[in-house]
């Protein structure tokens, strides 16, 4: 039997890409879609490109209080929108939301799938990590919990894709003639994104994560996301390597490889790819993670925890080889 699934903020680029996944999952039935300006479009209009069988469905607008009857809804609504609308939605309809207005919020469940799968069963209210975090914790997660790294000492510096930022509205700032051939640092000191690292790495490692430092880069690039995080620990490549290879040894999605990882080799993927340099004469370790923000970044990881969320193998509709080139 298909399980029914919903999608509010289809026309965006999280929403699109879960569009993309749920169109080709042997279990999941899209029979809802919804926005807010693209409301009353046929999603053929939309997507020229959809499959047959969804180019009947309009996209409606988004009111909780009207929705068909569901299974699971995929939200993917600019951060700072969800909360009160998806408080009304029905009990008996479970959630996972893809932005940024649920993590670590009592009711829901934080889903760092790689990690901590086992807490994601049962939950009804998932929220997806955001796209920086699900790519840093995976990378540190193997470090910190065998205590090679010191949780309070972490300096991450990321690169990711202009699909980042969302299509936008009218004001976007991320046109074509900005973000060509051009390099940006932004969000320094206070990225949304820090409580979320702060809280995830102190539970990880029982310490405090007090001087974590991120600065996230805009590159011109569609898709990707990489970060590079510096971190201190007596420790050695081959050690973090294998504690990396040990916890990932049974987990379907996360890649430990001994080259330092590229944004191409996850594309249009739920891979995530993790890798160490140490010198553990200067007590260095360099970390690095790279996974597809709009894939494990967003709408590949929702997929992943609505599996878990419906008693699904954990890699349905996700098996598909990353783009290359
Ligand atoms: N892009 C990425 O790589 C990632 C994004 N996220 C998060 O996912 C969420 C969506 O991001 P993204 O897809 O990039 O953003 P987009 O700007 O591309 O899309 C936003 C979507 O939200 C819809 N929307 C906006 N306001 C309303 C409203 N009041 N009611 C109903 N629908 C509304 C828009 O619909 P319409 O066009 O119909 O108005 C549009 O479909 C954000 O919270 C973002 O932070 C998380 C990880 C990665
Ligand atoms: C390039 C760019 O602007 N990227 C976004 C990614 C954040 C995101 O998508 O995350 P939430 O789900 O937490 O809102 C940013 O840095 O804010």
Not at 57 to 63: A, T
Not at 91 to 119: F, M
Not at 183 to 207: A, D, N
Request: one cysteine or more.
């Amino acid at each position: 039997m298909s399980i029914r699934v919903g999608i509010v903020g289809i026309s965006g680029f999280g929403g699109g890409e879960a569009l993309r996944l749920i169109a080709n999952h042997p279990s999941f039935e899209l029979v809802y879609a919804a926005g807010e300006g693209s409301a009353g479009t046929p999603l053929i209009n939309r997507y020229p490109g959809v499959p047959h069988k969804l180019a009947g469905l309009v996209i409606e607008k988004w009111d909780p209080e009207s929705l068909p009857d569901l299974d699971v809804l995929f939200a993917s609504l600019p951060t700072g929108t969800s909360a009160e609308a998806l408080a009304r939605v029905p009990d008996s309809v479970k959630i996972i939301d893809i932005g940024g207005d649920h993590r670590h919020v009592d009711g829901w469940t934080y889903g760092l799938a790689d990690v901590w799968p086992e807490q994601i069963k049962g939950a009804t209210r998932v929220a997806n990590p955001g796209c920086f975090p699900v790519a840093t914790l995976n990378t540190l997660a193997p470090l910190l919990t065998a205590k090679l790294i010191e949780p309070g000492n972490i300096v991450i510096d990321a690169k990711t894709g202009i699909s980042g930022a969302g299509r936008g509205g009218g004001n976007s700032k991320f046109g074509y003639a900005e973000t060509n051939e051009n390099l940006q640092p932004y969000g320094l000191l206070r990225h949304v994104h820090m409580p979320e690292m702060e809280k995830t790495i102190e539970k990880m490692s029982g310490g405090s994560a007090a001087g974590l430092v991120f600065t996230p880069h805009l590159v011109p690039m569609t898709r990707g996301l990489l970060v590079t995080i510096y971190c201190r620990g007596r420790t050695t490549t081959e050690q973090c390597l294998d504690a990396a290879r040990s916890c990932y040894a049974d987990r379907p999605f996360v890649r430990v490889t001994d080259q330092p990882p590229q944004t191409k080799w996850v594309s249009g993927s739920n891979l995530s790819l993790v890798s160490y340099a140490a010198d553990p004469e200067r007590e260095l370790v360099i970390a690095m993670g790279v996974v597809d923000n709009l894939g494990k970044g967003a709408a590949g990881h929702a997929v992943q925890n609505a599996n878990l969320i419906c008693g699904l193998s954990e890699t349905t509709g996700l098996e598909g080889a990353p783009v290359w080139p």
